[in-house]
């Protein structure tokens, strides 16, 4: 009997796309470089050359070139809904081009060091893949936003967001599933510390702004958003 049960429900599984998503309402946000804790000297390259490697290495798919030969270019400002063909269900979906230029001073491309060796460091913010989720309604797309946690507040300084405003354009949606979308290229938003104070902890917040994005619930009280610490040192 249990494994007639057993046969049964496996019957019904998606391979593309799980049954059960009610837990993901409002999806994780992810940072690179990864850390809780970043601490970085401008006079010493040692404090921060790992994290622009990681950075490298993390962005090197989004090249433009190779995002030219395996995505397409899609129309912004919409979503790029691709229906199943036929009776077949779940058939190979294309995915939009998300290209490393979007990052302008945190694309790596003119600045190989992102800004940590003069003490203006660049983050790279990603949505956790949601398959289906429409983040946005009435063509407003999500945003990022970042800010000192409150005994900080005046110690951030000015943030600035690439692309512009700090947006996931609604074109990189929906997410089909790595099955059915293997070229995806999950959207990013860049922030830049522009003149955030020196030589102290700065404890900072950044979140998921969006008209169709629950903010977060009880059960998860880190959906939606992530916190990390930011220090950077000039004495040598």
């Given at each position: 009997?249990?494994?007639?049960?057993?046969?049964?429900?496996?019957?019904?599984?998606?391979?593309?796309?799980?049954?059960?998503?009610?837990?993901?309402g409002t999806?994780?946000?992810?940072?690179?470089?990864?850390?809780?804790?970043?601490?970085?000297?401008?006079?010493?390259?040692?404090?921060?050359?790992?994290?622009?490697?990681?950075?490298?290495?993390?962005?090197?798919?989004?090249?433009?070139?190779?995002?030219?030969?395996?995505?397409?270019?899609c129309t912004?400002?919409?979503?790029?809904?691709?229906?199943?063909?036929?009776?077949?269900?779940?058939?190979?979906?294309?995915?939009?081009?998300?290209?490393?230029?979007?990052?302008?001073?945190?694309?790596?491309?003119?600045?190989?060091?992102?800004?940590?060796?003069?003490?203006?460091?660049?983050?790279?913010?990603?949505?956790?893949?949601?398959?289906?989720?429409?983040?946005?309604?009435?063509?407003?797309?999500?945003?990022?936003?970042?800010?000192?946690?409150?005994?900080?507040?005046?110690?951030?300084?000015?943030?600035?967001?690439?692309?512009?405003?700090?947006?996931?354009?609604?074109?990189?949606?929906?997410?089909?599933?790595?099955?059915?979308?293997?070229?995806?290229?999950?959207?990013?938003?860049?922030?830049?510390?522009?003149?955030?104070?020196?030589?102290?902890?700065?404890?900072?917040?950044?979140?998921i702004i969006?008209?169709?994005?629950?903010?977060?619930?009880?059960?998860?009280?880190?959906?939606?958003?992530?916190?990390?610490?930011?220090?950077?040192?000039?004495?040598?």
């Amino acid at each position: 009997m249990f494994c007639l049960t057993m046969y049964v429900m496996l019957q019904t599984l998606d391979d593309h796309k799980p049954t059960w998503q009610d837990r993901l309402g409002t999806p994780g946000m992810m940072i690179r470089p990864r850390g809780d804790t970043m601490e970085i000297n401008t006079h010493n390259t040692e404090s921060w050359d790992m994290y622009t490697k990681t950075l490298d290495n993390f962005l090197s798919p989004y090249n433009n070139s190779l995002q030219a030969e395996k995505n397409d270019e899609c129309t912004p400002d919409q979503y790029f809904i691709q229906g199943d063909i036929g009776d077949v269900k779940n058939n190979l979906k294309r995915s939009c081009q998300f290209n490393r230029s979007l990052l302008q001073e945190c694309s790596g491309l003119d600045d190989h060091t992102y800004g940590y060796q003069t003490g203006k460091p660049c983050i790279i913010i990603k949505l956790n893949r949601v398959i289906g989720m429409l983040p946005g309604k009435d063509g407003q797309a999500p945003f990022v936003t970042c800010g000192a946690k409150k005994e900080d507040s005046d110690k951030i300084g000015e943030v600035a967001y690439y692309p512009e405003n700090g947006t996931f354009n609604l074109m990189y949606y929906p997410y089909y599933g790595k099955k059915a979308q293997v070229n995806y290229s999950q959207p990013l938003v860049a922030i830049k510390f522009l003149n955030i104070t020196l030589n102290e902890d700065i404890n900072i917040e950044c979140r998921i702004i969006s008209n169709n994005i629950p903010s977060g619930s009880e059960r998860d009280k880190f959906a939606g958003k992530v916190s990390f610490k930011l220090r950077i040192n000039t004495k040598h």
